[in-house]
Each structure stands twice: as structure tokens, then as C-alpha cells.
């Protein structure tokens, strides 16, 4: 019997233990954190662009994915800027004016984010040449060969 | 025979990523998301009052006068419970302190003051994180030092711990 009664404590505060991982807000969510636009077009760009923000709260999902209320916020800002008749460009822009290149999962070349470009022409030149160097050689031999 | 000695470079290139992969997972991984607006002025923004004890927040209280701290947090969020003495410690060393709280209701600004105590002058309520965004923050707590021109001089992510609290009156003297 005790010991039952030690086991259903025990219980209990298992079931209360996690509590405090439930720090989040009990708001509702913005307007159009959850909301698509009216207009199909309009609600396929934000889209596309919801696709491509990175979750500052979340970071390696997008604010499309993310269930964090923050990333609510962020698709409200993304929608109300889109139905203003900003462009999706302007508004990757205003966010990374904010909080740098790192919120956009679309790259652009910048002083940080050459290489990523560089890189892969540089490899395809080496590979070029090499093979051209190889294959040539080897017709080469053919041709002396015959 | 000279060329066979290139056969392994593929191989040690291959361990050197994998050495490297192996260095990276033991270091430490930086969490925040730093805001870019830094010596950015604040943004235009009015914020209504986050309960009927204070005023709200808007740029135009940050104009003017002494350097300032904007504090960026939420009842419901518990850091902010563990910064609430040193913002008083601030508040005493006669710092003044605007707050933002973040998707928060009035009843709930009004206990979490009433429990922890208020070192703010006000506190403006962002119901959908828009000044937030705006000034780059990416979290709650954060305390931002504005000058008295309105223009962003310092972030500080994460609550203000007792070792912060000389820094951020060295960057408010630096904002001066």
C-alpha cells in the first residue's frame, strides 16, 4: 500500500516535471501567421518566400515549417508586406538588413558566401583539364601506336 | 612509381573532412542570431501600453536625454525571472529602462511586475513580435543600449547576469 502510494507520487511528479519546457506564450496567432491570403497569387509568392526564411527561433527549419510563434510573426510580416504590394525580394532584403545573411536559406554572393560559388567552377575547371590532359594523351598514344 | 604517391590524395582529403567534421562537433555551436543594426537607428514605432501602470513605448521616448536600455521580454518567459534583479541593479545606478514585452497580456505584465519587481519607466506591448523583428531581435530576453539619438549602440542576448551588468554601463557611457 505504501508503496503503491510512493509510486503514484512518483507518477505524479514525472507528469509535472516537464512544466517548465512549456514556456511559451498562450497568445493567439498573428492575423496571417496561419492564414493564407485571399488572392491565389499573392498567397503562392509569400509562399515561395515562406519556404526560403529561415526560423530564428527553430534554426534549421524554415518559418513555413515552423510552429514556433515567432515564425507565426515572421509569415504575418511576410503576408502583410506581400498584400501591401512589397516584392518578395524587398522584403528577404528587409531581414537580412536585420539579421544578416544567415535568415535567408537563398544565398547571394557576398564577402562571406563566394567560395560557395567559386568552389564548384574552380573543381569543374581542375576536372576539365585533367581529362583533357589524360584523354589527349591517350589519342595521342593511339596515333603513335598505329 | 613518383605518381603513386598521388593515389592517396583522394583518401587524405577525405580524412582531413572527416578530421574537421570531427573538430566541428566538438566545439561549442553559437546559438544566437546576432541583429545587423547595430549603429542602425531604431525604427519608427508606437506601441501601446502593456498594462495600466505604465505608459506605452514608442521611438520618440528614446530621444533626447541620457542613453537608454530597451529590454526585449515576456512574462511567460523564464530567463527573464533570473534577469529581473540585475535590471533593478541597472535601475539603481539611475539607468533608465524601457521595456517590450512580447505577445503578453496585461493581466499576466501586471503579476510578473507585481512578483518580480519593475525597474521599467515603460513597457510597450508587441502582440505580434513586429518591433521585434524589426530591430533584429531574435529572442526574449534581450536588452539593446540606444543613444540619446535613438541609434541601436549594443545588443545583449540572453538575460543579464550579475558579470553583465558593469558592460552594459560601460557601452551606456560609450553611447553618452
Known amino acids: 500500500m505504501i508503496r503503491a502510494g510512493f509510486a503514484l507520487v512518483l507518477v505524479v511528479l514525472a507528469v509535472l516535471l516537464p512544466r517548465p519546457l512549456a514556456a511559451q506564450d498562450s497568445m493567439p496567432p498573428a492575423p496571417y501567421a496561419y492564414n493564407q491570403l485571399e488572392d491565389p497569387r499573392l498567397e503562392a509568392e509569400a509562399a515561395a518566400l515562406m519556404q526560403t526564411l529561415r526560423c530564428l527561433k527553430c534554426q534549421s527549419q524554415s518559418i513555413a515549417d515552423s510552429d514556433a510563434p515567432m515564425a507565426g510573426d515572421m509569415r504575418h510580416q511576410v503576408r502583410s508586406r506581400i498584400l501591401a504590394g512589397e516584392s518578395p525580394e524587398a522584403i528577404r532584403a528587409w531581414l537580412i538588413a536585420r539579421y544578416g545573411d544567415y535568415v535567408s536559406y537563398e544565398p547571394t554572393v557576398s564577402a562571406t558566401t563566394w567560395p560557395l560559388f567559386a568552389i564548384p567552377v574552380l573543381v569543374i575547371a581542375i576536372v576539365a583539364g585533367v581529362l583533357l590532359r589524360r584523354l589527349g594523351k591517350r589519342r595521342n598514344d593511339a596515333g603513335e601506336a598505329a | ?176
Open chain 2, 1 to 176: 612509381m613518383k605518381n603513386r604517391i598521388w593515389l592517396w590524395a583522394p583518401l587524405a582529403l577525405f580524412a582531413f573532412f572527416a578530421g574537421l567534421a570531427g573538430y566541428m562537433l566538438t566545439q561549442e555551436k553559437d546559438q544566437f542570431v546576432e541583429s545587423t543594426m547595430i549603429g542602425q537607428p531604431l525604427p519608427d514605432f508606437a506601441l501601446d501600453p502593456a498594462f495600466e501602470g505604465l505608459p506605452g513605448a514608442a521611438k520618440a521616448d528614446f530621444v533626447g536625454g541620457q542613453p537608454r536600455l530597451l529590454n526585449i521580454w515576456a512574462s511567460w518567459c523564464l530567463p527573464c525571472i533570473a534577469e529581473a534583479p540585475q535590471l533593478e541593479a541597472l535601475q539603481a545606478q539611475g539607468v533608465e529602462i524601457v521595456g517590450i514585452a512580447i505577445r503578453d497580456r496585461p493581466e499576466d505584465v501586471a503579476s510578473f511586475l507585481a512578483r518580480h519587481g519593475n525597474p521599467y519607466t515603460r513597457i510597450g506591448s508587441d502582440r505580434i513580435s513586429e518591433v521585434q523583428l524589426a530591430i533584429g531581435s531574435s529572442g526574449v530576453p534581450e536588452t539593446f543600449v540606444i543613444d540619446a539619438k535613438g541609434v541601436i549602440r549594443y545588443q545583449h542576448i540572453g538575460d543579464i547576469r550579475a558579470e553583465d551588468v558593469p558592460v552594459l554601463l560601460a557601452e551606456l557611457e560609450k553611447a553618452r
